[in-house]
T-cell receptor, first 113, second 116 residues
Framework: AQSVTQPDIHITVSEGASLELRCNYSYGATPYLFWYVQSPGQGLQLLLK??????LVQGIKGFEAEFKRSQSSFNLRKPSVHWSDAAEYFC???????????FGAGTTVTVRA | DADVTQTPRNRITKTGKRIMLECSQT?????MYWYRQDPGLGLRLIYYSFDVKDINKGEISDGYSVSRQAQAKFSLSLESAIPNQTALYFC???????????????FGPGTRLTVL
């Protein structure tokens, strides 16, 4: 069965600093990988996804993620965070043609001025 | 207008009451899902439906039932609510790869349910 680990429960970062959120997955075949963001009081918004091809994926809001098969990781990065990036971030793994997404527990990002 | 809508957005109810959460989508997707979110646990799948005649249990279906009234509508019911069903509930839709889609799930805004 597939699973996702987000090792960091909470990260605090200064506005303008870089951000990296870690995601490790367990899956026997080629995974589909997703990052979602949940702003306070809002639903989940898709930031980016990886299905195949280039392992560096660009998403919305200036985020990018890199798929590293050898490390079973799909870390999310942003070079310079804005106060509006304060939110909870979820990594998820699925499989081609399958319905099931497995979500990590989430990482809460706090942005300080 | 939002592609995936959920009603109500907030609901407070009492133990033992029956409650229904509704989800509608205008994305034309064939697959719909219900999740619950609890702090520190991420999202867990309750039920999913591939079309109107196909409904399946997820990992935590006990105490819940669903109805797929049409391709665009998927309702979640708690027949007799209990306090540990207090959570944030999300509906999601996806367009299956088999139908030429991308298996990407799109989420509604959520319903915050409190059971007293």
């Amino acid at each position: 069965a597939q699973s996702v680990t987000q090792p960091d429960i909470h990260i605090t970062v200064s506005e303008g600093a870089s951000l990296e959120l870690r995601c490790n997955y367990s899956y026997g075949a080629t995974p589909y990988l997703f990052w979602y963001v949940q702003s306070p009081g809002q639903g989940l918004q898709l930031l980016l996804k990886y299905f195949s091809g280039d392992t560096l994926v660009q998403g919305i809001k200036g985020f990018e993620a890199e798929f590293k098969r050898s490390q079973s990781s799909f870390n999310l990065r942003k070079p310079s965070v804005h106060w509006s990036d304060a939110a909870e971030y979820f990594c998820a793994v699925g499989a081609a043609g399958d319905y099931k997404l497995s979500f990590g527990a989430g990482t809460t990002v706090t942005v300080r001025a | 207008d939002a592609d995936v809508t959920q009603t109500p957005r907030n609901r407070i109810t009492k133990t033992g009451k029956r409650i229904m959460l509704e989800c509608s989508q205008t994305k034309g997707h064939d697959r719909m899902y219900w999740y619950r979110q609890d702090p520190g646990l991420g999202l867990r799948l309750i039920y999913y439906s591939f079309d109107v005649k196909d409904i399946n249990k997820g990992e935590i279906s006990d105490g819940y039932s669903v109805s797929r009234q049409a391709q665009a509508k998927f309702s979640l019911s708690l027949e007799s609510a209990i306090p540990n069903q207090t959570a944030l509930y999300f509906c999601a839709t996806s367009d299956s790869a088999a139908a030429g889609g991308t298996d990407t799930q799109y989420f509604g805004p959520g319903t915050r349910l409190t059971v007293l």
